[in-house]
């Protein structure tokens, strides 16, 4: 019967293939692998035994003790606060839609979303989606139009009042 842990004899372990194996972002684990981590709990291993011999990470180790003291199982816990309202497809057309054109507000926005994606929102929220996109709403800054016309007829102004004082 295979409980889905291999154990690495003594020696076996290097911290090349160590680093390796560790290096970057990790799936969650799956029950079987926090099954074993209990057991050796139970067995009165230490955390670092454990973690050597699953090839698990310490603090993931410690994490799945703690959890199963305090709960009493390891199972993964729903997500805390409430479901996002837009869906990838909705996100994805939101952004497509910005990137086409800018200059549309959100309640233009907000009736697009409802025509194609069938998501019926409030321009706030809309709003507050383009935000954490990193899409902002500003209005943009007043630049005079300096010609060279207007350039020459500022230019001797300015040498007249270079030497003001506040």
């Not at 079987?32 to 139970?42: A, D, E, F, N, Q």
């Not at 994490?63 to 837009?86: C, E, F, N, V, Y």
């Not at 996109?133 to 630049?143: D, L, T, V």
Request: with cysteine.
């Amino acid at each position: 019967m295979d409980t889905g842990v291999y154990y690495k004899p003594l020696g076996m372990q290097t911290a090349s293939t160590n680093i390796g194996e560790r290096m970057g972002r990790s799936q969650e684990l799956s029950d079987s692998k926090r099954g074993p981590v209990i057991g050796g709990h139970l067995g009165n291993k230490s955390i670092r035994d454990i973690s050597w011999l699953l090839n698990i990470p310490r603090s993931t180790v410690s994490g799945i003790i703690t959890k199963w003291k305090q709960l009493g199982t390891t199972a993964t816990q729903p997500p805390s606060g409430r479901p996002g309202h837009m869906t990838g497809r909705g996100q994805r057309m939101l952004k497509h839609t910005v990137r086409r054109s800018r200059q549309l507000s959100a309640e233009s926005r907000a009736k697009d979303l409802q025509t194609w994606c069938g998501l019926q929102m409030s321009p706030t929220t809309v709003r507050r989606e383009l935000h954490g996109m990193g899409f902002h709403g500003r209005a943009a800054a007043s630049k005079p139009s300096i010609t060279k016309c207007n350039a020459k007829h500022r230019m001797p102004w300015c040498k007249a009042r270079c030497h003001w004082t506040l």
